[in-house]
Nanobody, 127 residues
Framework: QAQLVESGGGLVQAGDSLRLSCSAS???????????MGWFRRVPGKERELIAA???????YYADSVKGRFTISRDNAKNMVSLQMNSLKPEDTADYYC??????????????????WGQGTQVTVSS
């Protein structure tokens, strides 16, 4: 009853841009606007890292590693959240996951706060 589907990953060169999108569907997300939405990434051998999040009211959070380069946005009418990634670096290479936090806030970066997860999309940045 709840599905998150990411799209937009791919192989790019350092300095390029990519835009990731996440579409939410199912009865659970009939109230999509109350969820905080986050983008995590995971590099093999490391923990998932919250890199950007947006609250139900539009408050945003960015990890220091992406601040100033990435922008998260949401379109509640379309049940979508996007991540615009500019000035990509090789260290941005990872699997990127969209996730939904029913608490609605971005005050916590812990993955456990996010109940619903997408399958992920791969981003590879070559040097």
């Amino acid at each position: 009853q709840a599905q998150l589907v990411e799209s937009g990953g791919g192989l790019v060169q350092a300095g390029d841009s990519l835009r990731l999108s996440c579409s939410a569907s199912g009865r659970t997300f009939s109230t999509f606007e109350v969820y905080a939405m986050g983008w995590f990434r995971r590099v093999p051998g490391k923990e998932r890292e919250l890199i950007a999040a947006i609250s139900h009211r539009g408050t945003t959070y960015y990890a220091d590693s992406v601040k100033g380069r990435f922008t998260i946005s949401r379109d509640n009418a379309k049940n979508m959240v996007s991540l615009q990634m500019n000035s990509l670096k090789p260290e941005d290479t990872a699997d990127y996951y969209c996730a939904a936090n029913p608490g609605g806030l971005v005050s916590s970066t812990r993955p456990e706060m996010y109940t619903y997860w997408g399958q992920g999309t791969q981003v590879t940045v070559s040097s």
